[in-house]
């Protein structure tokens, strides 16, 4: 199976990033995290992006607050699919990440998840990974059919109470 990359600008972007790490972990995906930043280490960011495909990486998601250029940096040196995910780290609720994660130039795109959306920036992975991997995708189906479970168990114990 491919890896998958998380690469955060920050170690301040970790608690969300663990969002990630745990979802991936829970469907035995392999992977690997890196500090990489966009603005202060720009060299190390672009070369493993450039080498992220020949290093056995599937996709790449990037996690990073503020003025968040990381994901779109990726982007810029690699055609693996990349996940990028606005982490709320300012005055600004997150949505000064959200726009510079997501707006990206056609020709360059980034998969944008929501502020703090580190799990489904795992399972969005997950989802490229599965496209040829029956294994992994049988997995999220069985997800999915749990998560629904789950629901169901919740709107009996609502209903029930009205
Ligand atoms: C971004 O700036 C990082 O991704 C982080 O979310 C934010 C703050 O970084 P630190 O000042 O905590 O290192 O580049």
């Known amino acids: 199976m491919k890896k998958i990359a998380i690469i955060m600008g920050s170690d301040s972007d970790l608690p969300i990033v663990t969002k990630a790490t745990d979802m991936l972990k829970s469907l035995d995906i ?12 720009p060299v190390e960011a672009r070369d493993f992006a450039l080498s992220a495909r020949e290093n056995g990486f599937g996709a790449i998601i990037a996690a990073a607050g ?25 005055n600004l609720d997150g949505m000064d990440a959200l ?24 399972l969005l992975c997950a989802q490229i990974l599965a496209v040829e991997d029956k294994e992994l995708a049988a997995k999220l189906d069985a997800k999915r059919a749990s998560d629904a479970a789950k629901v169901l168990e919740k709107d009996a114990a609502i209903s029930a109470q009205f």
Not at 30 to 41: G, K, L
Not at 66 to 90: D, E, F, Q, R, Y
Not at 101 to 117: E, K, L, R, Y
């Open 99 to 122: 726009l510079s994660t997501v707006q990206m130039p056609t020709g360059i795109p980034v998969a944008t998840v929501a502020i703090n959306g580190g799990a489904n920036a795992a």
């Open 66 to 90: 503020m003025a968040a250029h990381l994901a779109g940096a990726i982007a810029a040196n690699t055609t693996l699919p990349v996940v990028g995910i606005p982490c709320k780290s300012s």
């Open 30 to 41: 392999p992977f690997e995290v890196h500090v990489y930043s966009a603005h202060r280490t």
